[in-house]
Every structure is written in C-alpha cells, then in structure tokens.
C-alpha cells in the first residue's frame, strides 16, 4: 500500500498549496478597506493556482494506474511501482501542470487591458481577468480551451481508461470477497475523482458567458475550498476504526 498512500500524500500537500494560494489574500481583502493586487501578484496566484490545480489532475491519473497495476498485475506490481517510479510520477505531474499553467498565464496577460480594473471574482481567475482584455480573441480562448482540455480532458480519459481495465479483472474474479475488496480500494478514489472532475469541469469547460461570473464564482468557491475538505473525508472513511466511531455517534 505504500505507493498509494505516497500519491495520496502528494495530492494532500498539492491541495493544501493550492488552497493556500487563494485563501489568505482572499482574507486579506475581506478584512481591508483597499481590495487590490497588483498586475504581477495576479499573474503569480493564476500561475501557482493552476499549476497546482493540474498537478492535481495528473496525481490523480497516477493514482488510478497505481490500482490498476495493484488489481491487474498484482505479482508484478512491486517492480512496476517502485519508489523511484512513483517519485518520477509526482515529478513529473509537477512540471506538466506548471508548463501548461505557465503557457495559460502566458495567453492571458499578453494582452491589453482596458480601462476597466475591476475583477469579479475572489481571485485572479481566467474568466475575470480575461474579460478586462481588450485584444482577447477566439484564437486565445481556444488555445487556453485547448491547455485546460489537455489537463482535464486526458487526465479523465486516462482514469477512465484505467478504470476499464480494473472493472474487466475484477468481474472476472472468482470469490465474491475478492471483487468487494478491490472495489472497496477503488471507491474513495472514484469518489474524489468524481467530485474534482465534476467542479473543475463546469468551470473551466464549458461556454463562457459574461453574465455567469457569479454562478463561476459559486462553483468556484467550491471547487477551490469545498472540495479540498471533502477528499481528507473521503478517504478517512475507509478506515474501520472512523467508520466504528460514526456508528458509534450516530447510534
């Protein structure tokens, strides 16, 4: 087990950066009467947001292979997952996310901006922010369109992918006990994949519309501060002595 608790690790501290990212100036400008943040400091939360965000995405596609090589190739598992190989995954699940965080921070504030400084939003978003450029084309929408499906899109299908493969080993297990087991390893991280996927994907993936800051803002608030909370949860609850503790709470 030490490779999935290495990558849930990983995601944990990703997660935790990544709400620490936005969370204190956000508090910072509730607290004060001036709500500003300069060209640079903008461009700098946008950056390690996102680049943390898409790490994310990628740990997480690394966590299903990790299952699927545990239920699939169980005999070969200790030589295919390794520290040194699941190291190389986080390593590189760090580097992808900031390139492509970089190019989208990029795209963004290699435009002009109007008159108009005002950022509806809670922080430094794409959508806010782009919508005060006054050179942003279609050509820069796809491109960052294309950056955001690159991480959500082939990070989703490489799960789902994996999951395929998990599925059609598990029905062909011969003990009832064997197919509960490995499906009960997969479900805290199908559950978290879902609720990441499901968020990140309303937000970023579909059609932009100037009137839906507030309904972004809202899924965004969960997205960045909800969903964080709720993955320690998740996992915490297959572990036997929290589930005796619940059944002991609730009667």
Not at 27 to 38: G, H, Q, R
Not at 85 to 97: D, H, N
Not at 160 to 185: C, D, E, H
Not at 226 to 235: G, R
Request: with cysteine.
């Amino acid at each position: 087990h030490t490779p999935m608790y290495f990558f849930l690790c990983g995601l944990s501290f990703s997660e935790t950066c990544s709400t620490m990212a936005i969370i204190p100036r956000m508090l910072v400008d509730l607290l004060s009467d001036s709500k500003t943040i300069s060209l640079p400091e903008c461009a700098t939360q946008m950056f390690v947001f996102f680049g943390l965000a898409a790490n994310n995405c990628f740990i997480m596609a690394a966590m299903s292979y990790d299952r699927y090589t545990a239920i699939h190739k169980p005999l070969h598992y200790p030589i295919l997952m390794t520290h040194k190989i699941c190291f190389q995954f986080i390593t590189a699940s760090w580097m992808v996310g900031f390139l492509v965080s970089l190019g989208i921070v990029i795209v963004v504030f290699n435009s002009s901006f109007c008159d108009s400084n005002t950022i509806q939003h809670f922080f430094c978003d794409i959508s806010p922010v782009v919508s005060l450029a006054c050179d942003y084309t279609s050509r820069h929408e796809m491109v960052i369109f294309g950056l955001s499906a690159f991480v959500l899109v082939g990070s989703c299908v490489f799960i789902v992918m994996s999951y395929v493969f998990i599925v059609s080993t598990v029905v062909k297990m011969p003990s009832a006990k064997g197919r509960y087991k490995a499906f009960s390893t997969c479900s805290s991280h199908l559950t978290v994949v879902c609720i990441h996927y499901g968020f990140a994907g309303f937000v970023y993936l579909r059609p932009k519309d100037r009137d839906s800051f507030c309904e972004d803002m809202l899924m965004a608030v969960t997205y960045t501060v909800l969903t964080p909370l709720l993955n320690p949860i998740v996992y915490s609850l297959r572990n036997k002595e929290m589930q005796t503790a619940l059944r002991k709470v609730l009667g």
